[in-house]
C-alpha cells in the first residue's frame, strides 16, 4: 500500500472540517450550511420541483427529498401542486425567508474570513485545483 494519502479522503475530511466551521458561525440562524444553501437554491429557482432542485444543487432526489422533509417540519419551506396534480413545487415560507435574511450576514462573515484567509490568488487555485480534480478521468485503455 502506498504512503500516500488518499485525495479523496483528504478532501472529505477537509469539506467536513468546513462545514463544521460555517455551522458554528451559522448556529445562531437556527440552520446548518447545508440548509441555508437548500434556501438559497428554493429562492432563486423561484418554486422549483424536486427533480429541477436536485438537478441545481447536484444532489440525488432522495437525500434532496429527505431535506426537504425537515425544512418543512422547521416551517421553512412549503410544497405546493405545480402545473399538473403530478407535480410538487418548492416554495419559502415567511418564516423561510426571514430565516435566510438573517443567515446571511453569518454566512458572508465566515466566507470572508476564509477567502481573507487563503487570499484573491489562493481563492482563485482553489476553485482551479477542485475543477480539475472534479473533471472526468480518461478512460483506462
Not at 432526489?61 to 422547521?74: A, C, D, P, Y
Request: glycine letters at 8%; one cysteine or more; hydrophobic letters at 40%.
Amino acid at each position: 500500500m502506498p504512503q500516500e494519502t488518499c485525495l479523496c479522503i483528504d478532501l472529505r475530511t477537509a469539506a467536513n472540517k468546513l462545514t463544521q466551521v460555517y455551522d458554528q458561525a451559522m448556529a445562531p440562524s437556527g440552520i446548518s450550511v447545508t440548509q441555508f444553501s437548500q434556501l438559497h437554491t428554493i429562492q432563486t429557482l423561484q418554486g422549483p420541483t424536486l427533480k429541477e432542485l436536485a438537478a441545481a444543487s447536484q444532489l440525488d432526489r432522495s437525500t434532496l427529498g429527505r431535506n426537504i422533509r425537515v425544512l418543512e417540519k422547521q416551517g421553512l419551506v412549503v410544497t405546493k401542486t405545480g402545473h399538473d396534480a403530478r407535480t410538487r413545487t418548492i416554495h419559502l415560507t415567511a418564516k423561510g425567508k426571514q430565516t435566510f435574511k438573517n443567515a446571511v450576514p453569518l454566512w458572508l462573515g465566515v466566507q470572508s474570513q476564509l477567502i481573507e484567509r487563503l487570499g484573491i490568488s489562493g481563492r482563485g487555485q482553489l476553485k482551479d485545483l477542485l475543477t480539475t480534480l472534479t473533471a472526468p478521468l480518461a478512460p483506462n485503455l
